[in-house]
């Protein structure tokens, strides 16, 4: 078994580190295969990376952005309940945001620019369908990047929205 992963969004895109875990056979392997491809990422990044792993900062961080995001999730979900608006998908564990499904009519580009002179973003869904005719009614809610406290005002704006 092998498994690959990044920092790039746990603790920033410029880092631009990532990690395999694997048999040493395979880590032998892999490690020779990069030194002919490409350089290795500063030392000093991977040692600053290394450090704030081994000093458990990193877990701390992992348990903190858990706990705020189940809260945001929580918040949205019960928000978009008493709004009445119809989750069309979310991850069952983890994710970072609602596919919402508008009623038919609702053109989400348009709806979006609407929300936007509102202080509120919604993500159309359009470019997530394939075909000529695809649906305009549906579009994305994220909500790892507000507070909690911000979201059910927010959902209101937008089933006002919805149903203007």
Not at 59 to 85: N, P
């Amino acid at each position: 078994m092998i498994y690959v992963g990044s920092f790039s969004k746990s603790l920033f895109p410029g880092l631009r580190l990532g990690y395999l875990v694997g048999s040493a056979t395979f880590i032998q392997e892999v490690r020779a295969l990069r030194s002919v491809i490409l350089r290795h990422p500063p030392g000093h990044m991977q040692r600053t990376t290394a450090n704030f792993l081994a000093l458990g900062h990193y877990d701390a961080m992992i348990k903190q952005t858990r706990r705020a995001l189940h809260e945001r999730r929580r918040v949205m979900d019960a928000a978009l309940h008493d709004e009445g608006l119809q989750i069309a998908g979310s991850a069952n564990f983890g994710g970072s945001s609602f596919w919402i499904k508008a009623p038919i009519g609702v053109d989400s580009e348009m709806m979006a620019k609407e929300l936007l002179t509102k202080g509120v973003l919604i993500e159309p869904g359009n470019p997530f369908f394939e075909g000529e005719n695809t649906p305009k009614n549906f579009f994305r809610l994220g909500y790892s990047s507000i507070s909690a406290s911000k979201i059910p005002e927010g959902v209101a704006i937008i089933a006002q929205a919805m149903r203007a």
